[in-house]
């Protein structure tokens, strides 16, 4: 069965995302924007109504290019361990040099926070379950924090290149078009990453995914899951829409 991801720019939209039949979301803000990171409190608010919902969250502290600052990558790493302890399931990062490639330092020191967070809460399980008088006690279930790269990908001057250095950083998924304005234009991209990943990381399409060709570019593909904002202009404002994630839904498994 194939996964559905859901980019949800506000409070609302996580509401629309979960009625509609998401199992996964992508929190960010500011959609117009491109996505912004999401206030700590959506997060919370996110996790605490919706217990079963795989929340992802987006850290990318302002607009344009991917080439980032010393002084954001501090903002970064800060809204990294916000988001975690917030209690975000997935974090959405990337990072660019000016050149375009993987910027390595910065997403060195991201995956590691990340990394720290498992470490953490590794050692404070096994520190409440040897306190606890039955050796089996447990907080709750265990938590993995996946890590996706996201589109900053499409402006890498040599995607399969970045493809290998992020798989070595130990990310989960890379959130990508293909390189092209849209994921059905970039199939054949996203086709051969796939490919080339050999099960080693997972290919998210996502980028002008709707109910008409969500099916087609996962069948050109061969990927799994799919990312769409499901979103319709309300208001002035791009919110999703619970009967477009249906009918993706509907038409990816039928």
Excluded at 21 to 43: F, H, K
Excluded at 151 to 173: K, M, N, T
Excluded at 210 to 224: E, F, H, S, Y
């Amino acid at each position: 069965m194939a996964l559905l991801e859901v980019c949800c720019g506000n409070p609302e939209s996580v509401d629309a995302a979960v009625l509609g039949g998401a199992r996964r979301i992508e929190l960010c803000a500011d959609l117009e924007a491109d996505g912004l990171t999401p206030p700590t409190a959506w997060i919370r608010d996110a996790k605490l109504r919706y217990p079963a919902l795989t929340v992802h969250v987006l850290i990318r502290p302002r607009a344009g290019d991917f080439v980032y600052s010393q002084a954001e990558a501090e903002v970064m790493a800060g809204q990294v361990e916000e988001a975690l302890e917030a209690g975000a399931d997935g974090i959405v990062i990337g990072a660019l040099t000016p050149e375009g490639d993987v910027d390595l330092p910065l997403m060195e020191r991201l995956v590691s926070l990340v990394e720290s967070y498992h470490l953490a809460d590794e050692l404070l399980r096994s520190d409440l379950c040897h306190a606890a008088n039955d050796s089996h006690f447990f907080p709750g279930p265990d938590r993995r924090v996946s890590i996706t790269f996201h589109r900053a990908f499409d402006r890498c001057r040599r995607p399969f290149e970045a493809l290998e250095q992020i798989i070595g950083l130990g990310c989960d998924r890379i959130l990508t078009s293909g390189q092209e304005a849209t994921a059905e234009a970039g199939a054949a991209t996203l086709r051969e990453l796939r490919r080339r990943a050999r099960g080693r990381i997972g290919i998210l399409p996502g980028g002008g995914v709707t109910p008409g060709n969500a099916a087609r570019i996962l069948a050109a593909t061969g990927c799994t899951e799919i990312h769409a904002s499901a979103s319709v202009i309300r208001d002035g404002n791009k919110v999703t829409d619970a009967g477009r994630v249906a009918e993706i839904l509907r038409a990816i498994n039928g």
